[in-house]
């Protein structure tokens, strides 16, 4: 006969902490973490396990990247309606994504989630074996040319991210198009659409 899990985890008989945790109540804990969401990518672990990660990610963001990787992505938008660009080829082709609405991002698909202010989503993605390279690319706003692709292993997706877009925007070097000499600016927080 199953029991009910007692509010906290308890030692097992050799005096080692189950590793299973007890549910969530995930707007709770969106409101108790609220205040560390912050720009350019407003993100937030909820589950930091072996094999994938769950983040839930508040908008505004401030990002004008795509985000490249080996691995799949899967979107579930909690509020609000998002706009996941995705470059096809030479082309990038808008897709929103409405509150309730799940969106899958095959593997190696560079793809630039824009989340307006007061939208809520969450992304289930693979954690990266060491030594699997992760991408930020930046395109050019005029003729979109290769600006930048920034190729690192990414062990921490939250604190890496935001350290690699504000390397980028603050070298005017790196961020001036070589094709036709304009400048990657930095973006501001989305507004909504």
Known sequence: MAHLAEPSAAPTAAGITSSVQLPLNL????EENRHLFKPPVSNRY?????????????????R?????????????????????RIREGDRIVDHLVREGETFFIPANVAHAPVRPPDTLGMV????RPPGEREHVIFYCDRCEALVEDIDFDCADIVQ?????????WNDDAR????????KVEKPQP????
């Open 160 to 168: 890496a991210f935001s350290q690699a877009m504000l390397d980028f």
């Open 27 to 30: 707007s709770d804990w969106i």
């Open 190 to 193: 989305v507004k909504p659409f």
């Open 124 to 127: 289930v993605e693979r954690r």
């Open 64 to 84: 004008n990247d795509f985000h490249l990787v080996d691995s799949e992505e899967f979107f579930y938008q909690l509020k609000g309606d998002i706009k996941v």
């Open 46 to 62: 909820v589950y930091d396990g072996r094999d994938f990660f769950v983040m839930v990610i508040m908008g505004p963001n401030a």
């Open 175 to 182: 961020r001036t198009c070589r094709n036709c000499g304009q």
